[in-house]
């Protein structure tokens, strides 16, 4: 009921996301290739809204671990800011993207009066941030510097983290005519917080995506993480395929990923997830409002 009530809720906010475009949107009269390409840029040259729909499947050492799942809706908004061009007449822009999870149903190890078993919690997750400073150069290089970080936003103790995390990341991506290529990767410790636990894990995105044209996309861009604390990695094997379409002067793009996880932590970690995502591009308000 809850899966089913969040879908219906995102259906109809980009229902009033198409009727309450601005016409700075209309009047650039961009393809769905165009906005395709944009989108497949990890510097963030479009303001988007995303939200993905995430089922995931567990296993593990544990007791029941084989028989858990949950559904994840991860929002992630993006309102870059243009900044001056580089020397080198690169586009330059700024971008805060935070990802909040709500969580359903995520199951938690918990050993009560002596006795192991699983909790089902329901709550809002920690948010996960990058601060970046993105360059696209005009010869199709991509970099960028920045900070990435996590804020202890979660509303149930026990999916909390109770920390606040940083540590730096950088971008080296590469434009051609078929796609783009590159890697992502970024690290974060714990910096303060109520939980004093150690934490050190480094997480690394690469990007392997074609652009055959008439708005598809489709490739790979897995996540690594490597937990300093335990030794553990998460490394998924990934495939994605998307397609970006104009609704009226509405670009959106409807995207299914799928992961399996080839590496995760012995006792505990994904299996499968597999992801359906809404991406509307709209008007970026914040970068009009500054300027």
Do not use: C
């Not at 007791?63 to 309102?79: E, I």
């Not at 995506?209 to 990695?233: A, E, F, N, R």
């Not at 793009?253 to 597999?274: C, H, M, R, S, T």
């Amino acid at each position: 009921m809850i899966r089913s009530a969040t879908l219906t809720t995102i259906v109809a906010f980009v229902a009033v996301l198409f009727t309450a475009v601005s016409p700075s949107l209309a009047e650039e009269k961009k393809s769905a290739d165009e906005v395709a390409k944009e989108l497949a840029n990890p510097n963030a040259s479009l303001a988007k809204l995303e939200f993905q729909n995430q089922f995931i499947w567990y296993k593990g050492d544990l007791p029941d671990a084989d028989d858990q799942s949950n559904y994840t809706l991860l929002f992630q908004p993006v309102f870059p800011v243009t900044l001056e061009p580089t020397a080198s007449g690169g586009k330059a822009n700024f971008f805060f993207r935070p990802a909040v999870p709500f969580l359903v149903d995520q199951p938690v190890p918990k050993v009560d009066d002596g006795e192991f078993d699983f909790d089902e919690v329901t709550a809002l997750g920690d948010t996960v941030f990058d601060s970046v400073y993105g360059v696209t150069e005009k010869n199709g290089l991509l970099w960028a510097v920045g900070t990435l970080g996590t804020l202890p936003t979660a509303t149930d103790s026990d999916v909390a983290g109770g920390q606040f995390r940083l540590g730096p990341e950088v971008l080296l991506a590469k434009f051609a005519k078929w796609g783009i290529l590159g890697i992502f990767p970024g690290h974060q410790w714990d910096v303060v917080g109520w939980n004093d636990g150690y934490y050190s894990t480094t997480k690394t995105q690469l990007f392997l995506v074609g652009l055959p044209g008439d708005g598809w996309s489709y490739g790979t861009t897995p996540t690594i993480y490597y937990d300093w604390k335990s030794h553990d990695w998460t490394i998924p094997l990934h495939f994605k395929v998307g397609k970006t379409v104009i609704h009226d002067i509405m670009p959106v793009k409807y995207e299914i990923e799928i992961n399996y996880f080839v590496e995760q932590p012995d006792a505990f970690g994904p299996e499968w997830l597999i992801s359906f995502n809404i991406t509307p591009v709209v008007p970026n308000f914040i970068e009009q409002w500054i300027k």
